[in-house]
């Protein structure tokens, strides 16, 4: 029976031990969670046996220890910490920063300088205990006494650019864009290899006033050190202000100095054809063919764009003339005259198709051209159904309706799950549209707004929308077969035509809801026949007369489309932009106008 108590009694004891030895051990996770709830006395305890009881992470609870006595506003306590703190690790320039900090809090100003210069006097000369003081004084927003900091580690160092990268970042952060600038620069001659680093910063943080500034100093280091990382730098820097000019004779000079093939070149003058810079864009697939020659891997495809380039510049431009459509043509019938009929040159052919069709109303020839790419071997099945679709909608245009839903049905079997598909669906509803068959026509458009391609989704449900708004009684539907059968001859380019049908309908029918419809579509021929002048005044009409019917945010879009790439006025355009995102919010174009808008007036958009 003793024995049994005894042993009760020991196992009591034990377990008492055991308790105390885990009450006297202090949790880290307690001590920061008591921190971060703002239960400083509690915290504070929980450091200080920490600090005691680890000796390794002793500094790193003593910064803890610290900010609680501090927010706790027990200065005396801080002041004894500090010294104590001190005394045992002298080495530790960051502990003067605190205590300079602690003056402060006290409005001791000189005392605390005192300490800020003692800490940069005792850094020692190694990058972790140089970068560790400056850190500190920065995270206290003493950008001054970090600049000095990292200015003292370069002395000590004996290496006027060891610091640089920190020393700019601390500038930036400073506002000082130009001191941060020369860094950035130092940093890059003393560290080539960095240069995607220090242009990842400059396109983050460098104000768009500051590049001008970015480029005078780069010019002037170009005069006695022009490695190539600096001229690279240089092309840059213009291209993020869209000036593809200047990067093209930067990138052509780095590309004969290092006796590259031209990638460099090639690449910028894909982006600035991508910009409309259509000059630049030539003269870098022209640099790329004379100088190069054949044996160039990007001979073949600077050939290609720089025909697709000079098209888009002619094509695209206010006033061009038939001389420069057949000189055009020539140019790329010699391309295939040389290059063959294959594979490679596919997309050559699609384009040629395209010029005759549309700018040069040869249907025939264009017809022609297709038909013998899709019986070429060898073709890629995407672009095959490309060149049915394309097919499809010129054998549309010359009025043949059996051969055009015959190949938007190839395609769309053939690609049903795919974007390709669904466009050729689209057409096949669009084609029933124009034949006046309106419900179901609207049944496959209300299918496709569903559509994984924007554009076609949005098309879908602009004439879905259109028809249930005007579709409603017999008057109307005569009306709508008119209105449709304009449009048929709109995209077959019989414009004379179409316009008549529309004056006829607003003359039959004079009461209908179609009126704002007839002005859009008398726009877009405006549009087609370059007649910009017109179809400004048809599209402000709709806006004006017709501000709450569907056709009000179309043509404010048109309007503001027209206004920037075919009239110059980026003012106008903004104003027709801003005008679509506040005022029409829901429709379709409203987040592109936004983006577009964003874009003009200079702001960086993803």
């Not at 941060?180 to 940093?187: K, P």
């Not at 249907?363 to 051209?369: D, E, F, G, R, T």
């Not at 049944?443 to 559509?451: I, N, Y």
Request: proline share 2%.
């Amino acid at each position: 029976m003793k024995k049994t108590v005894l042993r009760a009694a020991l196992l009591v004891g034990l377990g008492l031990v055991a308790v105390v030895g885990a009450v006297a051990q202090p949790n880290p996770e307690l001590a920061n969670q008591y921190y971060k709830n703002g239960e400083y006395e509690k915290a504070a305890e929980l450091y200080r046996q920490l600090m005691e009881s680890n000796k390794n992470l002793g500094e790193v609870y003593f910064d803890r220890y610290l900010a609680c006595l501090l927010n706790l506003e027990k200065y005396e306590d801080a002041e004894n910490a500090l010294k104590k703190q001190i005394k045992s690790s002298p080495n530790n320039v960051r502990l003067y920063v605190a205590y300079g900090g602690l003056y402060e809090r006290l409005g001791k100003m000189v005392e605390a300088q005192a300490q800020y210069e003692q800490a940069i006097a005792k850094v020692s000369a190694d990058y972790s205990s140089v970068y560790s003081l400056a850190e500190a004084f920065a995270q206290n927003a003493k950008f001054d006494y970090a600049i000095r900091t990292y200015e003292r580690g370069n002395q000590l160092t004996k290496d006027a650019r060891r610091f640089a990268f920190q020393l700019a970042e601390i500038y930036r952060r400073k506002g000082e864009y130009s001191k941060a600038i020369e860094q950035y620069l130092n940093h890059l001659e003393a560290a080539p290899s960095r240069l995607a680093i220090v242009q990842t910063q400059l396109a983050r943080y460098l104000p768009e006033v500051d590049y001008s500034d970015l480029q005078r100093q780069l010019y002037a280091r170009l005069q006695s050190n022009d490695i190539p990382e600096l001229v690279e730098l240089l092309a840059w820097s213009f291209i993020q202000r869209k000036d593809y000019k200047n990067a093209m004779r930067q990138y052509r000079a780095l590309d004969r100095r290092l006796n590259e093939p031209g990638q460099r070149v090639f690449q910028l003058a894909n982006d600035a054809a991508n910009a409309r810079d259509y000059e630049t864009a030539i003269a870098g697939y022209e640099y790329i063919i004379q100088e190069k020659g054949a044996r160039n891997p990007f001979f073949f495809s600077a050939k290609r764009e720089l025909m697709k380039t000079r098209r888009r510049k002619i094509t695209e431009g206010y006033n061009y003339t038939q001389p420069e459509l057949r000189t055009l043509e020539a140019e790329y019938e010699q391309f295939l005259g040389e290059h063959g009929q294959n594979r490679n040159t596919a997309d050559i052919l699609l384009e040629l198709a395209e010029l005759e069709a549309y700018y040069l109303n040869d249907l025939p020839k264009a017809i022609q051209l297709l038909d013998t790419l899709i019986k070429t071997p060898g073709i890629q099945r995407y672009t095959v159904g490309r060149a049915k679709i394309n097919l499809a909608d010129y054998y549309l245009m010359s009025g043949d309706i059996w051969e055009s839903t015959l190949l938007y049905s190839q395609v769309d079997k053939e690609f049903r799950e795919e974007t390709l598909g669904q466009e050729a669906r689209f057409k096949n509803a669009r084609l029933s549209y124009f034949n006046g068959d309106f419900e179901w026509a609207q049944a496959q458009f209300d299918a496709l707004k569903a559509s994984t391609s924007k554009l076609i989704a949005n098309d879908a449900i602009d004439l879905s929308v259109f028809i249930m708004d005007n579709l409603n009684t017999d008057a109307t539907t005569e009306a709508m077969a008119i209105y449709a059968q304009a449009e048929l001859l709109v995209f077959q380019n019989r414009f004379a035509e179409a316009i008549r049908l529309l004056d006829s309908l607003r003359t039959t029918f004079p009461e209908t809801s179609l009126q704002d419809d007839v002005l859009y579509l008398k726009a877009q021929v405006a549009e087609k026949k370059r007649e910009y002048n017109l179809a400004v005044a048809l599209y402000q009409e709709i806006v004006e007369k017709y501000p709450q019917d569907i056709r009000a945010d179309n043509a404010l879009y048109a309007w503001a489309i027209l206004s920037e790439e075919k009239l110059n006025q980026r003012e106008k355009a903004m104003e027709l932009y801003e005008k679509i995102f506040s005022d029409y919010s829901s429709s379709v174009f409203s987040v592109d106008a936004r983006k577009r808008f964003r874009l003009l007036r200079g702001d960086k958009v993803q």
